[in-house]
């Protein structure tokens, strides 16, 4: 019989008979030789230092140094101070978001923290705190209303989000003018 060797075959003979020939004489570098041949991989470039100067030929500024010291606690962020309560109250709050000129004369703006009030001056600054949970906001009166009975207050969107009132639509408020 006669053997055809392909180029594939005629290569590995040649590796293995090369393997041999090296003096190795390891058996890993003849079964090496005699699998198929593995697709290379590319070397990654080694990792590059840093460069000294800027990439246009100006010098950089020199590195901060870094702190030795242990970390200093983080400085409490100043408490504002507390504003005078002209007048104070309670009642039931609720909320609009349609659109629609204020009694002020500026477009109604529902993301805006806003309130109508029936009596209190335009630009009065109301803290509003929710009585079933205690979170507060602070509003800007530029409306005039609630028009339906024992509320006193209607909230933009935005200000009965911040006091989490949004699910009932109506809530127990406390209301506080501000100086």
Not at 74 to 99: D, F, I, M, N, T
Not at 104 to 124: I, N, Q, R, V, Y
Request: hydrophobic content about 30%; charged content about 20%; glycine content about 10%.
């Amino acid at each position: 019989m006669i053997l055809i060797a392909t180029g594939v075959a005629v290569a590995l003979l040649t590796a293995g008979a090369f393997a041999l020939f090296n003096g190795d004489g390891s058996t890993e570098s003849a079964q090496a030789a005699q699998t198929s041949p593995q697709a290379t991989r590319p070397q990654a470039d080694p990792p590059r230092t840093a460069p000294t100067r800027a990439s246009r030929g100006g010098t950089r500024s020199p590195e901060p140094e870094k702190n030795t010291e242990p970390e200093s606690k983080p400085r409490p962020k100043p408490k504002k101070k507390p504003r005078k309560v002209l007048q104070s109250g309670s009642c039931q709050a609720s909320y609009y978001w349609e659109g629609q000129m204020t009694a002020s004369g500026e477009p109604f703006d529902p993301s805006e923290l806003t309130a109508a009030h029936k009596t209190l001056p335009m630009g009065s600054k109301v803290r509003v705190t929710n009585k079933n949970n205690g979170r507060s906001v602070i509003v800007r009166i530029n409306d005039r209303g609630p028009y339906a009975g024992g509320r006193c207050l209607d909230l933009s969107k935005a200000a009965m989000v911040k006091v989490g009132g949004t699910g009932s639509g109506v809530i127990p408020v406390r209301y506080e003018v501000l100086a």
